[in-house]
């Protein structure tokens, strides 16, 4: 829980020393905040909202399934070790829901808001698939995290 002190700032008194402070630009629109705390500062930008979700068939989601990986270094590296490849699965579960799961990290729901657009909540970027003319199916994903974008391709 957080308690306001000041116009644009609060405290939350669970975390002793810790302070929230919003900035605004010239119209009044929150731009960021800064959570300060320990001698730390946090800055986080305000975003607009996912985009509304939509419903695929399970046709159109099963084409997704796959691993897919990413080079940290160059695709053309010769003496990358497996610690420089990223990998992912995505899944579709019975239910339809589509997951996302990368090497040593939680599980994630995708939710779709185009044919080859997902999002994950609470997660800024977003997934995009590309298609293979000649198989039909996904062959390339791109991870757009907040601007840094990141190549997987289909293993």
């Known amino acids: 829980?957080?308690?306001?002190?000041?116009?644009?700032?609060?405290?939350?008194?669970?975390?002793?020393?810790?302070?929230?402070?919003?900035?605004?630009?010239?119209?009044?629109?929150i731009t960021h905040l800064e959570g300060k705390g320990s001698g730390n500062v946090w800055r986080m930008k305000a975003v607009d909202g996912p985009p509304p979700?939509?419903?695929?068939?399970?046709?159109?989601?099963?084409?997704?399934?796959?691993?897919?990986?990413?080079?940290?270094l160059s695709r053309t590296n010769e003496?990358?070790?497996?610690?420089?490849?990223?990998?992912?699965?995505?899944?579709v579960y019975e239910d339809g829901r589509v997951?996302?799961?990368?090497?040593?990290?939680?599980?994630?729901?995708?939710?779709?808001?185009?044919?080859?657009?997902f999002y994950t909540p609470g997660f800024l970027g977003t997934h995009t698939f590309f298609m293979n003319p000649d198989t039909g199916i996904a062959d390339r994903m791109e991870m757009d995290a907040d601007g840094r974008v990141l190549e997987f391709y289909r293993q």
Not at 13 to 20: C, D, E, Q
Not at 54 to 72: F, K, N, P
Not at 99 to 117: A, C, H, K, R
Request: proline share 4%; aromatic share 16%; net charge negative.
């Open 99 to 117: 997951w996302i799961d990368f090497d040593n990290q939680s599980i994630l729901e995708m939710v779709p808001y185009s044919e080859t657009g």
């Open 79 to 91: 003496n990358q070790s497996e610690a420089d490849i990223w990998t992912c699965v995505i899944s």
């Open 1 to 29: 829980e957080i308690f306001p002190y000041a116009e644009n700032k609060f405290f939350m008194p669970a975390v002793r020393g810790f302070s929230i402070d919003f900035f605004a630009d010239d119209s009044g629109q």
């Open 53 to 72: 979700a939509v419903q695929l068939d399970r046709a159109v989601l099963e084409r997704y399934e796959g691993t897919y990986a990413h080079d940290r």
